[in-house]
């Protein structure tokens, strides 16, 4: 059962080796995703697993790892780096930063359906009595003139309205994500939302926004959801 998740980005910069001479710029986001890690430490799960975008849909055991090479930097997370996705990547190192070890690591592609994506989700919900997810995934990349994608006049609303949802711990709202929609706004969360809706299902949670930035034009959303 899910008693708790954190909901986090993954920018590469979010890894000061990446950020460099800007890392001062994301430490806001940093601290806010450290303490959302914390809060799932003082939880006490029976398991943890990280949730993120990939190429393929897959789960990884707790020795994977991944690495930044294809971002210039020589940085490896895990004792077996290469194999794990950014997103489970910057998990893994944001869980080893609060001193906690992943049980496992499930990657969704960005073409998976939403009712896939919550079965996988519930299915991790159902693999011990006490579970807590940690939960990659980022906005909308085409916010402004600064995005990497082309500006969307749709990205920002699209991106409150996740923010609400994550505040509230509206499952609802995430459930009904469109795929063709994120697609086009260039979200990569969709997918892992998706999944946290489906392994809350129906009980209560209580939320909460740790942060909702938008510093380089996508954006970055920090939550916490806790079992009421």
């Given amino acids: 059962m899910l008693i708790a998740a954190a909901v986090c980005p993954h920018p590469p910069v979010l890894f000061p080796e990446v950020a460099q001479g800007a890392r001062a710029e994301l430490a806001p986001l940093r601290a806010a995703c450290d303490r959302a890690v914390a809060a799932l430490a003082r939880r006490g799960a029976d398991r943890l697993y990280v949730v993120g975008g990939g190429p393929a849909d897959r789960e990884h055991g707790p020795d994977t790892g991944g690495d930044l090479r294809s971002y210039g930097v020589d940085v490896r997370v895990g004792p077996t780096p290469g194999v794990l996705d950014l997103a489970a990547t910057t998990g893994r190192w944001l869980a080893e930063r609060g001193g906690l070890t992943p049980d496992g690591y499930l990657e969704l592609p960005s073409d998976l359906t939403p009712e896939r994506a919550a079965e996988r989700g519930a299915a991790l919900a159902d693999s011990a009595d006490r579970v807590a997810l940690l939960v990659m995934g980022d906005g909308s990349a085409r916010r402004s003139e600064n995005s990497p994608g082309y500006v969307d006049e749709r990205a920002i609303p699209y991106d409150d309205a996740v923010a609400q949802a994550l505040a509230r711990a509206d499952t609802?709202?995430?459930?009904?994500?469109?795929?063709?929609?994120?697609?086009?706004?260039?979200?990569?969360?969709?997918?892992?939302?998706?999944?946290?809706?489906?392994?809350?299902?129906?009980?209560?949670?209580?939320?909460?926004?740790?942060?909702?930035?938008?510093?380089?034009?996508?954006?970055?959303?920090?939550?916490?959801?806790?079992?009421?």
């Fill in 172 to 228: 609802a709202h995430l459930a009904g994500l469109d795929p063709d929609t994120a697609r086009a706004l260039m979200v990569a969360g969709r997918p892992a939302w998706q999944a946290l809706a489906g392994a809350a299902g129906e009980r209560p949670f209580h939320g909460e926004t740790l942060a909702y930035e938008a510093p380089y034009g996508v954006g970055y959303h920090v939550a916490l959801w806790i079992r009421a």
